[in-house]
Nanobody
Framework: QDQLVESGGGSVQAGGSLKLSCVAS????????MGWFRQAPGKEREGVAR????????YTHDSVKGRFTISRDNAKNTVYLQMNSLKPEDSAMYYC???????????????WGQGTQVTVSS
């Protein structure tokens, strides 16, 4: 059974918005952080945003700060990524992640979703 299931990706024009959702199930009790990474073809995987599930503290990459907002609903085991003012360079596969620590290091996240594609056209 998939433990992280993403939805909400799609194709939009530059300046548009999308909202990604990630529903978690059967994660270990030690899971304290969820977030989003992205990877475009030929580029390295990049951390986008993450949220500490207990405190609600969020961390957002400089490249999306002011445009993307991460939030969580613990009652629904769901994390969201609201993406506004999208740019063509935001086009990538977006992966939901979960793990015990809120760090930038992708190795710290031991659960990954299948990914949802975001394509922004100019």
């Amino acid at each position: 059974q998939d433990q992280l299931v993403e939805s909400g990706g799609g194709s939009v024009q530059a300046g548009g918005s999308l909202k990604l959702s990630c529903v978690a199930s059967q994660l270990p009790y030690s899971t304290d952080c969820m977030g989003w990474f992205r990877q475009a073809p030929g580029k390295e995987r990049e951390g986008v945003a993450r949220v500490h599930l207990g405190s609600g503290t969020t961390y957002t990459h400089d490249s999306v700060k002011g445009r993307f907002t991460i939030s969580r609903d613990n009652a629904k085991n769901t994390v969201y990524l609201q993406m506004n003012s999208l740019k063509p360079e935001d086009s990538a596969m977006y992966y939901c992640v979960a793990g015990p620590y809120c760090t930038r290091d992708p190795k710290a996240f031991n659960f990954w979703g299948q990914g949802t594609q975001v394509t922004v056209s100019s």
